[in-house]
Nanobody, 118 residues
């Protein structure tokens, strides 16, 4: 399984970005994580394999939207109303080890950097 993220960049606070994660090798539950400088990696959002189950961490609820297009083998993260504290490297992940609600995934992308300026 290979995961390739894209769509990161520099954006002003209040702006939007859409991240993409192109996946190969199967259809799995997938998720987005992020790691800010000097901090541990944290969960952002997850989506089930068929897209009918979605969950978010509280800090992005209402601002971020996770989605997927299985015909394109791609998962997305639409990020609106971005804040400086959203600055991080964003990683996509696939195939949670212990089911959809797990935070431990088998496969990870290389990350894409998001910087939110004031």
């Amino acid at each position: 399984v290979q995961l390739v993220e894209s769509g990161g960049g520099l954006v002003q606070a209040g702006g939007s970005l859409r991240l993409s994660c192109a996946a190969s090798g199967g259809t799995f539950s997938m998720g987005w994580f992020r790691q800010a400088p000097g901090k541990e990696r944290e969960f952002v959002a997850a989506i089930s394999g068929c897209g009918n189950a979605i969950r978010y961490t509280d800090s992005v609820q209402g601002r971020f939207t996770i989605s997927r297009d299985n015909a394109k083998n791609t998962m997305y993260l639409q990020m609106n109303s971005l804040k400086r504290e959203d600055t991080a490297v964003y990683y996509c992940a696939a195939d949670p080890r212990n089911g959809y609600n797990s935070f431990d995934y088998n496969y990870w992308g290389q990350g894409t950097e998001v910087t939110v300026s004031s």
